[in-house]
């Protein structure tokens, strides 16, 4: 099975630089977007064997998330079931018979980190309780812009950066604690090394100079690690100020 995750920040201009060749090309079963700021009716994308399921923010023309797939899901929901964290269409599950797949567009906590307590103290306890509610069922393949670069190698320029959005304590912490959890950071699992990032600043020369951050993930339970084939990030996949990853499992 592959999977594609991507932050398409703002679906229709997505749509407009090519994301529907790009849907077809990449013979995913299952893809999951983030950031797709648009409601069905402002966008009708139809792609060829897939089915394509929504979950908006309410909020027009802000955050939302979708997914594509070509394998028919046993169900589909919106949300945690926490309508402080529902309102803004961050989180969208379809369960599969072998594992849940989820679509998550993390808060960003802002530049002057208005947003960090909600980020810290609710949004990631509150999802990482949820994901292990999923998993009591089967396990989980969880995906998506989780604004955090983990580890100073998930960032062009780390000590700079320390302490601003993206790179917090607090906010590397609620990744650490997905990994305490038993949550595996497929990336990690088949590439070692740096210079792998993901978002780049939209300033002129950022991208072509590769100073970017690695804050799009695929997260697996635990148990699937034997059914890890590979996982990869598309830098050279425009369209967006992030790029593509993806994920194989047997």
Known sequence: MKLVSW????????VAKGFTEFALASDADVICLQEVRAVPEQLHVEIPGYTM????????????????????PVNVF????????????????????????????TPNVKRELTRLPYRAEQWDPDFLKFL????????????????VSHREIDLANPKPNQGNAGFTDEERAGFDRLLKAGFIDTFREFEPGGGHYTWWSNRKGVRARNIGWRIDYFLVSGVLRPRLRGAGILSDVMGSDHCPITLELD
Not at 58 to 70: D, E, M, P, Q, V
Not at 83 to 95: I, K, M, N
Request: hydrophobic letters at 35%; glycine letters at 10%; aromatic letters at 10%.
């Open 7 to 14: 932050n398409v920040n703002g679906l229709r201009s997505c």
């Open 53 to 72: 399921c929504w979950n908006p923010a309410l909020k027009r023309g802000y955050s939302g998330t979708a997914i594509l797939t070509r394998i028919q």
């Open 78 to 105: 919106p949300g945690m079931g926490i309508p402080e964290h529902d309102t803004e269409g961050r989180v969208l599950t379809a369960e599969f018979d072998d594992y849940f797949v989820v679509t998550v567009y």
């Open 132 to 147: 292990r509610k999923l998993e009591k069922t089967k396990p989980v393949v969880f995906c998506g812009d989780l604004n």
